[in-house]
């Protein structure tokens, strides 16, 4: 028996992942604990070294025992028989040709520029690249959407063009996809399901999807199976890319401050795990990982023992499309916490676990009907080491203290600036860009805009976007998105500060605490207004805030912190004065956001707990000594 043929792209109701826009650079592996070495299923030899890559691995933290990607293997793969050989031929032939047409159609636009507004002429050459790059297939594809998020590359008004680029392709015979299953399974399907559907839910440039039941067990579930002969396809491509980047590599340097193969080779390792589906399915292992404990967000369990390297076996998602208000309203679910769940998932993502969703875009984000948040389409997932966090949180603590100096040098330091860069020049532009986003209030402050003042800084200077953060700008811009259709006067900031202040008021994470002390401590003076205007923002922005366990958290912090007794100990004491006046200010900020009540009993039923940690802090102090 086969499933009836369902829509992918339904409001309601069941979803699969596409296989669109699964992309990601990656060094270490992790997830919420330390990093480990990430294991890759081509070994790397000595002809395959790259100086290029080593480059990107210090950029990423990484420690990359094996890699998906390195030039010397294309290389290999491209030119392997006469017959690749020739394929080549023939495939240079039909860039160059197109490639050829479009730069003669620039060439008469200068001709004739005068026939036709700038504006018009502009937007249908915009439209003729993203044509182009969907004649050329699914490499062009993929260059056009990471295109579309390169400021350091292209202007803004084509990056507008290639946003719209899609990866929707026609799906291949049901045949080839079943054969390819069973060859991979290496068993019958009739042995694995006892239903599938007639035709792929799903179809993209490098598979496609079907819906499926267990014979096992009953369970329905996704069933990803990859395009037959796309790898060849894709190898000849990026063959073809990197020789492209060599020639134009003189006004790479010139322009982006980097070599145009270092960011061939980003590409490069993009798309080659693209391929992997054994790579999305440790993605999908390592996110259901971060988030069991959270009974806000649901992550598709993966069925390991049925996927390979061409296929992918998941929980099918049954729930609402995250950009149907109304239907989340009818099944009873509360849009303004769904919305504020969905922030804080991002944000746990993005500063907690260092492995963060690259595409949350509307088709890879439902509502379940019990509340929770559920992500799908693991391809597209992008790291960022403990180092790069840390100098994140640098970036952070550096543009609230309006240190533009060190700002450039955190640039610098996650690879948007190539070592040594002059950033004389590049410091007024920071602070002009971030002075007049403060200069907004809450009510239009939005990253989107801040994001295009970046952008034409970023096409001035030689200042080159990293992969990785280019999927983080990507991914918050698609939040914001997503939760302006849900709420159009949804305030980005508003929900999620009260989460990162939160954290960094009382994480007990060393470094983070560093951060805190560097945020309220300048030069060697407690910055009361600083703290005041925290909490403000954190009470303003943050609607029902409930401040009881942060009060707990922090007074646990302090009772556990030497450190920062002392510190608040001098605070407090400044200029030989008792700071009464500033400490009554705060508790009339916090004022009706705390229950006393209810903080006395939680902290009396958490006193056990602080008692031993006290008792274990001292011991330690204790045996150091």
């Given amino acids: 028996m086969?499933?009836?043929?369902?829509?992918?792209?339904?409001?309601?109701?069941?979803?699969?992942?596409?296989?669109?826009?699964?992309?990601?650079?990656?060094?270490?592996?992790?997830?919420?604990?330390?990093?480990?070495?990430?294991?890759?299923?081509?070994?790397?030899?000595?002809?395959?070294?790259?100086?290029?890559?080593?480059?990107?691995?210090?950029?990423?933290?990484?420690?990359?025992?094996?890699?998906?990607?390195?030039?010397?293997?294309?290389?290999?793969?491209?030119?392997?028989?006469?017959?690749?050989?020739?394929?080549?031929?023939?495939?240079?032939?039909?860039?160059?040709?197109?490639?050829?047409?479009?730069?003669?159609?620039?060439?008469?636009?200068?001709?004739?520029?005068?026939?036709?507004?700038?504006?018009?002429?502009?937007?249908?050459?915009?439209?003729?690249?993203?044509?182009?790059?969907?004649?050329?297939?699914?490499?062009?594809?993929?260059?056009?959407?990471?295109?579309?998020?390169?400021?350091?590359?292209?202007?803004?008004?084509?990056?507008?063009?290639?946003?719209?680029?899609?990866?929707?392709?026609?799906?291949?015979?049901?045949?080839?996809?079943?054969?390819?299953?069973?060859?991979?399974?290496?068993?019958?399907?009739?042995e694995i399901f006892s239903e599938i559907s007639d035709a792929p839910i799903a179809a993209a440039s490098l598979g496609q999807v079907y819906k499926a039941r267990l014979r096992s067990n009953g369970e329905l579930v996704a069933v990803k199976v990859q395009r037959p002969g796309i790898r060849p396809i894709i190898a000849r491509d990026l063959f073809l890319f990197r020789k492209l980047a060599y020639l134009i590599n003189p006004f790479a340097l010139e322009r982006l401050g980097c070599n145009a193969q270092l960011i061939l080779d980003e590409f490069g390792q993009k798309i080659m795990e693209e391929l992997d589906y054994v790579q999305e399915t440790r993605n999908l292992k390592d996110f259901y990982e971060n988030f069991k404990d959270d009974q806000y967000v649901k992550i598709p369990k993966v069925f390991s023992s049925l996927c390979t390297s061409k296929v992918i076996v998941m929980e099918w998602i049954d729930g609402i499309r995250c950009t149907d208000p109304q239907g989340i309203r009818d099944a009873g679910i509360d849009v303004e916490e769904f919305i504020r769940v969905g922030v804080v998932s991002g944000l746990r993502q993005l500063l907690e676990f260092g492995l963060f969703h690259g595409d949350p875009h509307p088709g890879n984000i439902f509502a379940m009907r019990d509340g929770r948040i559920a992500y799908v389409d693991f391809g597209n997932v992008a790291e960022l080491s403990s180092r790069n966090k840390q100098i994140l949180i640098d970036a952070v603590v550096h543009a609230i203290n309006e240190d533009y100096e060190e700002m450039a040098g955190d640039f610098m330091r996650l690879g948007f600036l190539a070592p040594g860069t002059d950033v004389a020049p590049i410091v007024p532009a920071l602070e002009k860009i971030w002075q007049d986003s403060l200069g907004q209030s809450l009510e239009v402050f939005n990253f989107r805009a801040v994001t295009a003042r970046f952008n034409r800084l970023v096409y001035r200077y030689p200042i080159r976007i990293p992969e990785r953060y280019s999927l983080v700008i990507r991914s918050l811009l698609t939040q914001e998105g997503i939760c302006m259709t849900l709420t159009p006067d949804f305030k980005f900031l508003e929900v999620a500060y009260p989460y990162v202040a939160k954290r960094l008021l009382t994480d007990e994470d060393p470094a983070l605490r560093e951060r805190l002390f560097q945020v309220l401590f300048r030069d060697g003076k407690f910055q009361w207004e600083r703290l005041e205007n925290l909490i403000c923002l954190a009470r303003d922005g943050g609607g029902d805030l409930d401040l009881n366990d942060t009060l707990k958290d922090i007074a646990k912090v302090v009772l556990l912190d030497s450190k920062l007794r002392k510190e608040l100990l001098i605070a407090f004491t400044d200029d030989n004065r008792l700071h009464v006046q500033e400490v009554r200010s705060l508790m009339n900020l916090v004022q009706g956001r705390i229950d006393a009540q209810k903080l006395v009993q939680e902290s009396a039923e958490a006193l056990p707990t602080i008692s031993r940690l006290l008792l274990k802090t001292w011991s330690e102090s204790v045996l150091a000594a």
């Fill in 2 to 190: 086969r499933l009836a043929h369902a829509h992918a792209t339904s409001s309601r109701g069941a979803h699969l992942p596409s296989a669109a826009n699964w992309s990601r650079p990656r060094g270490c592996r992790r997830s919420h604990h330390p990093p480990d070495v990430r294991t890759r299923a081509v070994s790397v030899r000595a002809d395959d070294h790259s100086p290029f890559l080593e480059q990107l691995e210090l950029e990423v933290g990484a420690c990359v025992a094996q890699r998906a990607y390195t030039p010397g293997r294309i290389q290999k793969e491209a030119l392997a028989t006469p017959k690749d050989r020739l394929r080549v031929v023939g495939r240079v032939l039909e860039v160059a040709g197109k490639l050829g047409g479009f730069a003669l159609s620039l060439a008469w636009d200068g001709i004739v520029e005068e026939d036709l507004p700038k504006q018009q002429r502009v937007k249908s050459r915009a439209a003729q690249l993203r044509e182009m790059l969907v004649s050329l297939g699914p490499s062009f594809i993929k260059a056009g959407q990471v295109l579309a998020n390169r400021p350091d590359i292209i202007r803004e008004d084509y990056m507008n063009e290639l946003c719209i680029l899609q990866d929707d392709v026609p799906a291949f015979s049901n045949p080839q996809a079943f054969d390819i299953l069973e060859k991979e399974l290496g068993t019958s399907l009739d």
